[in-house]
Structure formats: C-alpha cells, structure tokens
C-alpha cells in the first residue's frame, strides 16, 4: 500500500513559482510511474504531467508545458512539480498520484491506483 502527502501550495500571484511536494510511503515508490493531476471548482480532474519510475521519462499536458517541470527523488521517495510563470487557469486543487501496476498510460486519472488528499493552488491576477 502507498500513502500520499502533498505539501507547497499556496496562494501565489500570476508570474510566480510554486514547488509542490509529494512525500510516499511505501516500498513500491521507486518502481512506480508518478503523475500529477488537478481539478478546478466544476471542471473535471485533468492531467498536469507524470514521470516514469527512473525519472527519466516525463510527460506534460500541453497546457503546462515549458512552464512545470516533474522530478523525482527515489531515494526521498518524493515526486516533486516545479511550477513557473504561473497563471490564474492554473489555481485548482492538485493531486499527487501513483500508479503501482504499471498499466503502460500515464494520462487517465484511472491508471492510477494511489492519491493523495491534495493541495489547493490560487493564482491571483
């Protein structure tokens, strides 16, 4: 079984950074594909970016990318989203999530077994 923690949200204004965090337990960390989501109030939970077990595949949503990056720290059993140049669409409750079975997608929120509670973002403009 994996729990899920993350920390690091905020309220940030748009241009900012943000770095959010999400701490694992569990022995199946380091061999699991890593994603995180997020849902806006009314909007349904949409894929931010995800991250293969070594780290060395990352994935974005074109919404996000050149601007978050996804890293990871096996040994910390940590994920991490750095998330730059922000913007008040971004602010939504973001979700760390493992997905334990390898299933091969990375993008549905159903090929993740394990979530975290979440961590409120706000963007103000």
């Known amino acids: 079984q994996v729990q899920l923690v993350e920390s690091g949200g905020g309220l940030v204004q748009a241009g900012g950074s943000l770095r959010l965090s999400c701490a694992a337990s569990?022995?199946?960390?380091?061999?699991?594909?890593m994603g995180w989501f997020r849902q806006a109030p009314g909007k349904e939970r949409e894929f931010v970016a995800a991250?293969?077990?070594?780290?060395?595949?990352?994935y974005y949503a074109d919404s996000v990318k050149g601007r978050f990056t996804i890293s990871r720290d096996n040994a910390k059993n940590t994920v991490y989203l750095q998330m730059n140049s922000l913007k008040p669409e971004d602010t939504a409750v973001y979700y760390c999530a493992a997905d334990t079975l390898s299933g091969g997608g990375y993008s549905g929120p159903d090929e993740y077994d394990y979530w975290g509670q979440g961590t409120q973002v706000t963007v103000s403009s």
């Open positions: 569990g022995r199946t960390f380091s061999t699991s594909v």
């Open positions: 991250i293969s077990w070594s780290g060395v595949i990352t």
